[in-house]
């Protein structure tokens, strides 16, 4: 069955030059201090959540991981809805600052899994696909 209903318009993020050239400091140091800074200093930069989750995943530190990819995530969330998203329609992953929000998804997903929690850990890998497909095909190449 088709679907006659118009699909809503991609939601775009703004960027944050501050916080990215920040970041960009943090990767340069790559301590999880100097990620820490970042995420205190802008805490509604999902990017710094998401590296830090990532960052969580590859110690084996599931909990910390599902911390941060949840705060990353919904202050992602708080973006999006600032910037028109009423929940449904694309986040596309071509567009740079949506990346960081889409990559705290991922990390959640994948978070949750490794915590037991599989029915969130597929609504995640769902909202995932749902936002933007290459999104996950993106983040499992690398």
Request: glycine fraction near 8%; charge should be negative.
């Amino acid at each position: 069955m088709q679907n006659l209903m118009p699909e809503p318009p991609a939601t775009l993020l703004p960027a944050d030059d501050k916080a990215a050239t920040a970041l960009a400091d943090a990767e340069r140091a790559g301590s999880a201090e100097a990620y820490e800074a970042v995420a205190a200093r802008y805490p509604t930069y999902s990017a710094a959540w998401a590296v830090l989750a990532s960052r969580a995943l590859a110690e084996g530190k599931s909990v910390t991981a599902y911390a941060y990819a949840r705060t990353g995530y919904h202050r992602g969330l708080d973006q999006l809805r600032k910037s028109g998203w009423r929940g449904a329609g694309p986040v596309p992953w071509t567009h740079e600052p949506n990346r960081g929000f889409l990559r705290c998804l991922h990390a959640l997903s994948r978070a949750a899994d490794e915590i037991g929690e599989a029915d969130e850990a597929a609504r995640c890998a769902q909202f995932l696909r749902d936002c933007d497909p290459a999104a996950g095909d993106a983040m499992s190449s690398v």
